[in-house]
């Protein structure tokens, strides 16, 4: 199982990023996906969920609105659309693999530095 992560980087704060995490070694579709971050001193946290076939998605209350989680099964790629970025967004972003038996993530990304700035 390998992600790959890549799209992050240095924003102004009201700007917008897109990451990207392709993965390869396991059928991409026949698992729900999540987005993490990460910030110095805190704990990783959820971003954002979407199931298999990217019918349902659901995401922090802190991003609503603002981010957007989507996948290409075709390609065994996830996505994450962040706009209207804020300094608090800043953190390395991780994607992540859920088990689906115990609901737990099995697989993570290598992490992608984020930071919002002016």
């Known amino acids: 199982v390998q992600f790959v992560e890549s799209g992050g980087g240095l924003v102004q704060p009201g700007g917008s990023l897109s990451l990207s995490c392709t993965t390869s070694?396991?059928?991409?579709?026949?698992?729900?996906m999540s987005w993490y971050r990460q910030s110095p001193g805190k704990e990783r946290e959820v971003v954002a969920t979407?199931?298999?076939?990217?019918?349902?998605?659901t995401y922090a209350d802190s991003v609503k609105g603002r981010f957007t989680v989507s996948r290409d099964n075709a390609n065994s790629t996830l996505f994450l659309q962040m706009n209207s970025l804020k300094p608090e967004d800043t953190a390395v972003y991780y994607c992540?693999?859920?088990?689906?038996?115990?609901?737990?993530?099995?697989?993570w990304g290598q992490g992608i530095q984020v930071t919002v700035s002016s």
């Open positions: 070694g396991f059928t991409f579709s026949s698992f729900v």
């Open positions: 979407i199931t298999g076939t990217g019918a349902t998605t």
């Open positions: 992540a693999r859920v088990e689906p038996d115990s609901g737990r993530v099995d697989y």
